[in-house]
T-cell receptor, first 109, second 112 residues
Framework: GIQVEQSPPDLILQEGANSTLRCNFS?????LQWFHQNPWGQLINLFY???GTKQNGRLSATTVATERYSLLYISSSQTTDSGVYFC???????????FGEGTQLTVNP | DGGITQSPKYLFRKEGQNVTLSCEQN?????MYWYRQDPGQGLRLIYY???????QKGDIAEGYSVSREKKESFPLTVTSAQKNPTAFYLC???????????FGEGSWLTVV
């Protein structure tokens, strides 16, 4: 099956800093989604982004499908941004999402 | 409010017992999914259903069973055949397969 690798595995920031999270995948995909999991376990869908760039407030994402990677940008980070960020991809051959291992983000005040 | 409701939030199971986790959605979504998450790990797909009365095994289906008798409901049974069931279980749904996916709040299962 498809392989999904996220980097870095852990990231510690001071409030106000910017960051870039990366997601590499090993094969062509139908779609790619980014999620944020808060400390209580709730997963929130951030972006549905099979290609191109999208922005939502301080967050933006870019997927370059031909090069098999996606980037999630967080600007002016806040303590509430802490948690685990996952990317997930749907293979062209299937109808289910495969998740990466996530990036654990800690934003300190 | 529209959304996905999982229950119970916390569940303790004795070894050898079957338990059923409930998942209900009122989003009128066709596709529903069950994922398992172990501490510090990503999510692994257990089962998914694209339409009522149909479901497919995911990557780790052994020791689990599901049913999809109604569009809004997709219960997961963790059987005694699942040797290491302690985990966080997440139910999700999407309008159709391949669309944006939304998650419930999850259920913590602990074997005692």
């Amino acid at each position: 099956g498809i392989q999904v690798e996220q980097s870095p595995p852990d990231l510690i920031l001071q409030e106000g800093a910017n960051s870039t999270l990366r997601c590499n995948f090993s094969d062509s995909v139908n779609n790619l989604q980014w999620f944020h999991q808060n400390p209580w376990g709730q997963l929130i869908n951030l972006f549905y982004i099979p290609s191109g760039t999208k922005q939502n407030g301080r967050l933006s994402a870019t997927t370059v499908a031909t090069e098999r990677y996606s980037l999630l940008y967080i600007s002016s980070s806040q303590t509430t941004d802490s948690g685990v960020y996952f990317c997930a991809v749907e293979e062209t051959s299937g109808s289910r999402l495969t998740f990466g291992e996530g990036t654990q983000l800690t934003v300190n005040p | 409010d529209g959304g996905i409701t999982q229950s119970p939030k916390y569940l303790f199971r004795k070894e050898g017992q079957n338990v059923t986790l409930s998942c209900e959605q009122n989003l009128n979504h066709d596709a529903m999914y069950w994922y398992r998450q172990d501490p510090g790990q990503g999510l692994r797909l257990i089962y998914y259903s694209q339409i009522v009365n149909d479901f497919q095994k995911g990557d780790i289906a052994e020791g689990y069973s599901v049913s999809r008798e109604k569009k809004e409901s997709f219960p997961l049974t963790v059987t005694s055949a699942q040797k290491n069931p302690t985990a966080f279980y997440l139910c999700a749904s999407s309008r159709y397969s391949g669309n944006t996916i939304y998650f419930g709040e999850g259920s913590w299962l602990t074997v005692v």
